[in-house]
């Protein structure tokens, strides 16, 4: 009994998911049931003490009524990859304290839908900056896997709030690394021939009290030549750290590189950062040492011709040395 009930517990967490849409015209449908929402982001710039009323549609695309329960969640993120973490703040001053619902229970008819009323009242002492919380819409329907699992599906609607006040943009690049297989030591990299392409890992840190609609790009440059590379573009909370990857497809070969990363954000503010790198083909090392090793040889076998040598470098010395006197007097 205690393993069907860890398995069931299991799959409801895997199960259960939010979806952050790419903009706040975007729906979301859940991707093992016929349950949609819209919108699925809400983007708000409020004032302190303002109250307002939003709606969120909740579709339902099956042929069976559903039961669903309504309620409001703060959410964050962690880690470098942004991943949604909720928490539960029961102070007064916690963001999801701010929504209420005339009804926390609905009934969805079969193939229909309904406008859930969201009531959102900001208090006076509100901090300025950018406030998250996740409506969800949770199905009391229990699905089943099998005869031992059941599943509980439930869909978010993200607000993404501003309060209106003192807003601080500040964003800055802490770091932009390079991840390659090619032996490397310190900016020097080592390919047998040429490097086709590079895996870059930009940093970037948010430092403002509200969330950037973060977009930038890379730039490599070399021998006066420059080509851009767009970045992903992301939403990054305040206090977040957030990791982008970006694959370059450039021909890197013998020679210096000048490799920018550049990051847009708020009212025409950017942060940037650069990085050198020196790429040394391994054919290139080996041909040197192969030849400086041969001129050794050469002059360790023919002792004349490094007599020779040594008298030439003395005479040009001295004479040298004389012209250096004749100018002093």
Known sequence: MRKILIITLLVIFLVTNIKIAKNSYASFTHPNLNETIYPSLNIITL???????????????TRAPIAIKVYAQNFGTVGLNGNISFFVDKSRLASASWF????????VPPKGTIDVPIEIKVPKDATPGGHYVTVFF?????????????????????????????????????NISIKTNTLHFSNFYFPLFNIPTINTETVIQNLGNTYINEHGYLSVKSSGKSKNFNLPVHLILQN?????????????????????STLLYGYNQRSKIIKNIYI??????????????????????NKHLLSVGFNLILEKVNHEIKRYKKTSS
Do not use: H, M
């Open 240 to 260: 977040e750290k957030r990791i982008l990857d970006k694959n370059i497809a450039y021909n890197f070969n013998i020679g210096s590189y000048t490799i920018s």
């Open 280 to 301: 040394i083909p391994i054919y290139l090392i080996i041909l040197l040492t192969f030849l400086i090793g041969f001129c050794i040889l050469v002059l360790v076998k």
């Open 138 to 174: 949770q199905s009391l329907n229990t699905e089943k896997l099998n005869s031992n699992v059941g599943v509980i599906s439930r869909l978010g609607s993200l607000f993404f709030i501003t309060i209106g006040g003192n807003i601080n943009y500040n964003s800055r690049i802490n």
């Open 100 to 107: 209420s619902f005339p009804n926390l229970n609905y009934a």
């Open 47 to 61: 004032d302190r003490g303002s109250q307002i009323i939003k709606y969120v549609t909740f579709y339902n695309n």
